[in-house]
């Protein structure tokens, strides 16, 4: 499945072995470079030898490694699971899953492939512990930590509400196991027994937590417990409210806007620390999502992400392919044949069962796979025009389709057009470059300073000011539409100059005050006057 560890200290053999992680971390070292590992320990793989043993009888003494309840009945007899909690990556169905052998149901909250450890046992506690530190003496500078705040659950594990219908038998339950009753404690264990030894980095992986100050106590700087973690406001901010992570919702730019100044301000005025992304292995292309992809467009969109984001405070993640613009799958694409990914393969079964007599409820539930499904973000990585996208060799399947577009959206093209002087547009990745060079220079700025917005409230115009010790005020302003729009500068603001843009390679040539006139999806950074 991906996510289901079988073994956390040994590399499965279709990938190489534990030296060829050796001489990786090795190599990284010699180039300035670390490996951050990924901690998957809210559950592990069924093929786990801790799972085999716990299921294989009733006393075994790993049996409590695991969540086991006894089955509830119906009128016949027949088990039914313990509670109605849906499973996250398919409500449709249970997030227990039924063992024949001993009759009784494991906690599976993702799939009935990777059963949940039980973190109440101290023993699982122990064995995590080692399990990071073993990565760490080889030379891990630190994790992502998977839906680590899915680690405690509430041990009465009562009924969640019924809030996708009165009609549907499993209902989210993640009021019940999100930032569950102990898990800072566990936290703070983890911090104090293994990760202080070595100074290592963490970020949280942390969904449905919104919070301020419940997020604060995880990353605030006196006690907090990670690094960083990954706040999902962003990413989740097309999901229907209360609902699951597969519905489309209606979003504005003033939506976006405030989401990210929340955690831009949180984060300076309770010293905290943010970490910045809008794209990953878990979301569909950014590109995609939040601009507009078509031929004529794509570039700019993907480049006004780049600069917001390589303007905001905290550490910048970026994902593979953003940097080139990738975008998701094309639309005619045969979900049943092309789709791999066991989310969007559960929502189209249960789309199906529940509207193949209505198309026009099924192409609505079409479009939110065509524009969610985590599918499009792992397709392979187009590093040339060559088969398959010189991911592999043309005789070699790769495991998923390869984005039809590869021929003309490849890392080769991107890397070679700065070379082309008559060009008057950087490529995405050369605007990346760019980007990040710039938030090096000034970080001060960009990644430590304070942050404002700046202007009334727009649907189409996000705009803010970044200021520095050293480096002084800049302002970056978004239009995150796909029509030309006006913005007046304030009048207290005063525009040295505009410094950079996501159309020209050059300076923008914009007026410094009064009305600023903005192509579709055009982003501007200027320094200001101190």
Not at 382 to 401: H, I, L, T, Y
Not at 488 to 500: F, K, L, R, S, T
Request: hydrophobic letters at 35%; charged letters at 30%.
């Amino acid at each position: 499945m991906g996510y289901d560890i079988a073994d956390y200290k040994a590399i499965d053999p279709i990938y190489g072995t534990i030296e060829d992680v050796d001489h990786l971390i090795a190599e990284l070292k010699k180039r300035g470079m670390k490996l951050m590992m990924d901690l998957v320990v809210n559950h592990t793989s069924d093929e786990h030898a801790w799972f085999h043993e716990s299921r294989s009888s009733l006393n075994n003494s790993k049996r409590s490694w695991y969540i086991w309840k006894k089955p509830r009945r119906d009128s016949a007899g027949n088990p039914l699971p313990p509670n109605n909690w849906s499973l996250i990556l398919g409500e449709a169905n249970s997030a227990w899953t039924y063992d024949a052998k001993t009759d009784e149901y494991f906690l599976s909250l993702f799939t009935p492939e990777q059963p949940d450890l039980n973190w109440e046992k101290p023993e699982v506690r122990a064995a995590v512990h080692d399990v990071m530190n073993f990565w760490l003496e080889r030379g891990a500078c630190g994790y992502r930590m998977d839906v680590i705040n899915l680690i405690s659950k509430d041990q009465r594990f009562p009924d969640a509400e019924p809030v996708l219908g009165s009609d549907r038998k499993y209902h989210p339950g993640s009021k019940y196991y999100v930032n569950g009753p102990r898990m800072h404690e566990y936290l703070q264990e983890i911090k104090h027994k293994v990760l202080q030894k070595y100074d290592a980095i963490t970020v949280g992986e942390m969904p449905g937590v919104s919070d301020i100050d419940e997020i604060l106590r995880t990353v605030g700087s006196k006690n907090g417990e990670l690094n960083m973690i990954f706040i999902f406001d962003v990413v989740d901010i097309d999901n229907e409210p209360g609902k699951v992570r597969m519905t489309l919702h209606d979003w504005s730019v003033k939506d976006l806007g405030c989401a990210i100044t929340k955690w831009q301000r949180a984060m300076i005025e309770c010293d905290g620390w943010n970490s910045v992304f809008v794209e990953n292995h878990d979301n569909p292309r950014s590109v995609s999502r939040y601009c507009d992809d078509s031929d004529t467009y794509r570039e700019y969109g993907a480049k006004l992400l780049a600069l917001m984001q390589t303007t905001l405070s905290g550490t910048l993640f970026v994902y593979q392919g953003e940097e080139l613009g990738m975008r998701n799958v094309p639309k005619n694409w045969d979900i049943m044949k092309e789709y791999k990914d066991i989310e969007s393969i559960n929502f189209w079964k249960k789309s199906k069962d529940l509207y193949g007599h209505d198309p026009k409820r099924l192409a609505e539930e079409r479009k939110v796979l065509e524009k969610k499904a985590r599918d499009h973000a792992r397709t392979p990585m187009q590093w040339s025009a060559a088969p398959n996208a010189g991911f592999c060799d043309k005789d070699v399947e790769p495991w998923m389709r390869v984005n039809d577009d590869f021929p003309t959206l490849n890392a080769e093209q991107q890397q070679q057009q700065l070379a082309n002087d008559d060009s008057e547009e950087l490529s995405t990745y050369h605007f990346w470059q760019r980007g990040l060079a710039n938030r090096k220079a000034h970080a001060d700025v960009f990644v430590y300073g304070d942050y404002h917005t700046v202007g009334p409230e727009s649907e189409e115009v996000f705009a803010y000011i970044r200021t520095g010790k050293e480096s002084g005020k800049w302002i970056v302003v978004l239009n995150f539409t796909g029509k030309e729009v006006q913005w007046h500068i304030p009048a207290e603001v005063e525009v040295q100059g505009w410094m950079a843009g996501n159309y020209l390679k050059g300076k923008p040539d914009k007026p410094v005050n009064g009305q600023l006139d903005l192509r579709p999806w055009e982003g501007i950074l200027g320094k200001l006057a101190i």
